[in-house]
Antibody
């Protein structure tokens, strides 16, 4: 059974760096084709794809946020970490991590974590 | 503004069929058979309903179907049920640079 869970601060101040951790079970991020992605959703708004890391450590980022994002993995801990620099109130959103099997799709999602950016 | 265009809302009565459109461009929907659809109930995480345009994951009702024509993908729900009331998002691969784009979401109301 695949599960994912996001963790991190619920409140960050403008200009600070956000660090979110996705802890997962039921699959290995060393399996060929597998990836873990991050997607966010501002309150009442649409989903926005942020980043993806593959089993082979290849990474992809949203072009509009690429300069602010870093995604890393710790295969031994079954964790993926997303950092986002220079946080702004417009970055207030629920952040989800999700499992990507071999195809371009996210079939299992975490419950999400709401991050509020406010001074 | 989202990269893929969806109607803000659609509605239908129980038992009816509805279709949600998702319009992209020749750089995303039109170029790849990698469109997926997600259902999201309030306060919940999205759930995968359709992938690779028309494939259903195990456990998803066959009342849900997907298709694509040119730059527009569609999700059809037949035999509407009350539990289908939710937000629906389309998503498409958009090449190695842009990578992945979502639609703005469609709120389905079951009357």
């Amino acid at each position: 059974q695949i599960t994912l869970k996001e963790s991190g601060p619920t409140l960050v101040k403008p200009t600070q760096t956000l660090t979110l951790t996705c802890t997962f079970s039921g699959f290995s991020l060393s399996t060929s084709g597998v990836g873990v992605g991050w997607i966010r959703q501002p309150p009442g708004k649409a989903l926005e794809w942020l980043a993806l890391i593959y089993w082979d450590d290849d990474k992809r980022y949203s072009p509009s946020l690429k300069s602010r994002l870093t995604i890393t993995k710790d295969t031994s801990k079954n964790q993926v970490v997303l950092t986002m620099t220079n946080m702004d109130p417009v970055d207030t959103a629920t952040y989800y991590c999700a499992h990507r099997p071999g195809s371009v799709v996210y079939d299992y999602w975490g419950q999400g974590t709401l991050v509020t950016v406010s001074s | 503004q989202s990269a893929l265009t969806q109607p803000a809302s659609v509605s239908g009565s129980p038992g009816q069929s509805i279709t949600i459109s998702c319009t992209g461009t020749s750089s995303d929907v039109g170029s790849y058979n990698l469109v997926s659809w997600y259902q999201q109930h309030p306060g919940k995480a999205p759930k995968l309903m359709i992938y690779e345009v028309s494939k259903r994951p195990s456990g998803v009702s066959n009342r849900f179907s997907g298709s694509k024509s040119g730059n527009t993908a569609s999700l059809t729900i037949s035999g509407l049920q009350a539990e289908d009331e939710a937000d629906y998002y389309c998503c498409s691969y958009a090449g190695s640079s842009t990578f992945l784009v979502f639609g703005g979401g469609t709120k389905l109301t079951v009357l």
